[in-house]
């Protein structure tokens, strides 16, 4: 229990009479760390804190990599930017020692503020010290780790720069004319035209297992798939995640999701994926990127993944979120400039590319209208090209509201793409009336597709039941389709395939719904339904 004495060397609480600073420790929690132990970690929520011995460290993600900015130590306190803000921890707090800490709820905390001016002013004073802190020369950004040379129109660099914008990993870029795309180091020998596996090993990430047997493995680190590692790691099974890019699948890309439960101001995807991969990596999952599962083999609960260059991971169990990818525009043109002018998804990392210019959006749900919000902020104009006549059937209400604020974004209704056209580029758009059939050539600077998924289901499709469109059957609807289930014991559980053992969440399930939340949802189910099939 945390006694007024503890408190008397606080500074903040120095003005405060022995009466009150009994009814505070009396209301605050006696929180106990040892060294290396985590108090809070960014992103979360925190408390208002006073350190009553030990010492603790500040330290910030920023490019991916830990900066530490502070130290706190007895008589300090802390956690009044994210109070105040009403936002999230901006940093995370470890113990270097062994440390004791008094730990007051937001309700007291305003309490506090409310009651007590001296306190207040100090607070206030701490905390436009430790934004400072955030802009001043004292937290050096990290530098680039890499540099990459080639042309604006180059695939080879639009691939690379991608990859590394979704990992948030800083790089320099310089445009430079011609078909070579290089890439240089700050150590190592530099690369031309390398292959994202290839990137990813020069930068040292994880692109091979490090174990050979699993208690399951989840192929796919979109949203459906980090939260299966995410609860598979913390409850104690054995798990590897492999992602064939970066993870974040669809949802990585999005510009900004303004309806995700518990971020009232939206957050970005990429920014969503890198807390989860971080969360991932913090519970001791097995991560592995730039790696493509091939076909699953094995009987039940013993199956092999044979990887892209024959590499095998062996699992008891097998959670499939692959997700789905962008339906291929059908017009002419379109696969020429594929990644240099048409590209598909969000392509956030060309933004920079496209300022000033005119852009053009095809397709009419949440993901195109995301988008178009976010390309609005440089673009000097988006078209959105939709085949209907409004968005109301495909895009959520705050969206439409949002898009129809914004001067420089137009909605093009009952239309169709018939070709891109250009030279070294994209130049222009033809499009057609679909209720008179007439074309226009309109100018334009990047085309972002954006009309429907396919089910990412090729590599186990003659192994798994599927649905027409190639979406993996789950439960019941499982059991019915393709090989008998072969367990007399139990019928498929909600989330399992025709094979037992073998799971899908996400996306890439036959009738699930396509959303982040509902694919984080499965994703945490599907590992409750591992440690039944475990202990069946």
């Known amino acids: 229990m945390i006694a007024k004495d503890d408190l008397r060397s606080v500074v903040a609480f120095k003005e405060i009479d022995d009466g009150e600073l009994a009814l505070i420790g009396s209301r605050c929690a006696d929180v106990r760390l040892d060294a290396g132990e985590w108090l809070f970690r960014e992103g979360e929520s925190p408390r208002f804190y006073a350190v009553v011995s030990g010492e603790l460290e500040v330290?910030?993600?920023?490019?991916?990599?830990?900066?530490?900015?502070?130290?706190?130590?007895?008589?300090?306190?802390?956690?009044?930017?994210?109070?105040?803000?009403?936002?999230?921890?901006?940093?995370?707090?470890?113990?270097?020692?062994a440390t004791r800490v008094a730990a007051l709820e937001t309700t007291e905390f305003w309490r506090l503020m409310?009651?007590?001016?001296?306190?207040?002013?100090?607070?206030?004073?701490?905390?436009?010290?430790?934004?400072?802190?955030?802009?001043?020369?004292?937290?050096?950004?990290?530098?680039?780790?890499?540099?990459?040379?080639?042309?604006?129109?180059?695939?080879?660099c639009h691939r690379l720069r991608d990859f590394l914008t979704r990992l948030r990993i800083p790089y320099d870029w310089e445009v430079c004319e011609g078909d070579e795309c290089r890439v240089t180091f700050s150590s190592g020998p530099a690369l031309v035209s390398?292959?994202?596996?290839?990137?990813?090993?020069?930068?040292?990430?994880?692109t091979s297992p490090r174990d050979h047997c699993y208690d399951v493995a989840v192929v796919g680190a979109g949203?459906?798939?980090l939260a299966?590692?995410?609860?598979?790691?913390?409850?104690?099974?054995?798990?590897i995640l492999l992602e064939r890019e970066a993870p974040g699948g669809q949802a990585?890309?999005?510009?900004?999701?303004?309806?995700?439960?518990?971020?009232?101001?939206?957050?970005?995807?990429?920014?969503?994926?890198?807390?989860?991969?971080?969360?991932?990596?913090?519970?001791?999952?097995?991560?592995?990127?730039?790696r493509q599962a091939n076909r699953i083999e094995g009987g039940d609960y013993d199956r092999r993944i044979v990887l892209d260059d024959g590499e095998v991971v062996t699992c008891r169990c097998v959670i499939i979120a692959t997700g789905a990818s962008y339906r291929r525009l059908p017009a002419r043109g379109c696969d020429d400039y594929l990644n240099r002018g048409v590209y598909y998804g969000a392509a956030q990392s060309e933004a920079r590319r496209v300022g000033g210019q005119r852009i053009h959006l095809i397709g009419g749900?949440?993901?195109?209208?995301?988008?178009?919000?976010?390309?609005?902020?440089?673009?000097?104009?988006?078209?959105?090209?939709?085949?209907g006549d409004d968005l109301a059937k495909s895009m959520s209400r705050y969206l439409i509201d949002e898009l129809a604020s914004r001067s420089n974004v137009s909605l093009v209704t009952k239309t169709e793409i018939e070709a891109v056209e250009g030279s070294d580029e994209v130049e222009a758009v033809v499009l057609r009336d679909a209720a008179t059939g007439k074309t226009r050539r309109e100018p334009t600077h990047g085309v972002f597709v954006f009309i429907g998924a396919e089910a990412q289901t090729a590599w186990v499709a003659d192994f798994l039941a599927t649905d027409r469109l190639g979406y993996l059957l789950t439960g019941t609807n499982a059991a019915k389709a393709g090989d008998p289930w072969p367990l007399l014991s139990r019928e498929p559980y909600l989330l399992e395939t025709n094979r037992p053992g073998?799971?899908?969440?996400?996306?890439?399930?036959?009738?699930?719904?396509?959303?982040?939340?509902a694919g984080v949802g499965e994703g945490s189910a599907a590992i409750a339904m591992v440690h039944q099939a475990l202990s069946s």
């Open 365 to 387: 749900g949440n993901s195109a209208g995301q988008a178009a919000m976010f390309f609005s902020y440089y673009a000097e104009h988006v078209d959105i090209v939709i085949r």
């Open 194 to 206: 390398p292959t994202i596996r290839q990137m990813a090993e020069a930068l040292g990430l994880q």
């Open 228 to 239: 299966a590692a995410v609860y598979g790691a913390s409850e104690g099974l054995t798990t």
């Open 252 to 290: 990585g890309t999005s510009s900004r999701i303004e309806n995700y439960l518990g971020f009232p101001g939206g957050i970005a995807g990429d920014d969503l994926a890198d807390r989860a991969f971080a969360q991932v990596q913090r519970f001791g999952a097995d991560v592995v990127v730039t």
């Open 114 to 156: 409310h009651a007590h001016d001296d306190l207040a002013k100090i607070v206030a004073a701490n905390m436009a010290q430790r934004i400072s802190v955030l802009r001043s020369s004292e937290l050096k950004a990290p530098a680039a780790r890499c540099s990459i040379v080639g042309s604006a129109n180059s695939p080879d």
């Open 59 to 97: 330290s910030k993600r920023i490019g991916g990599v830990a900066a530490v900015l502070i130290k706190y130590l007895p008589g300090d306190t802390f956690g009044e930017v994210p109070l105040l803000l009403g936002s999230p921890a901006i940093s995370s707090v470890q113990a270097t020692t």
């Open 223 to 225: 949203p459906a798939g």
């Open 502 to 517: 073998i799971f899908a969440a996400g996306d890439v399930r036959s009738g699930s719904i396509k959303r982040v939340t």
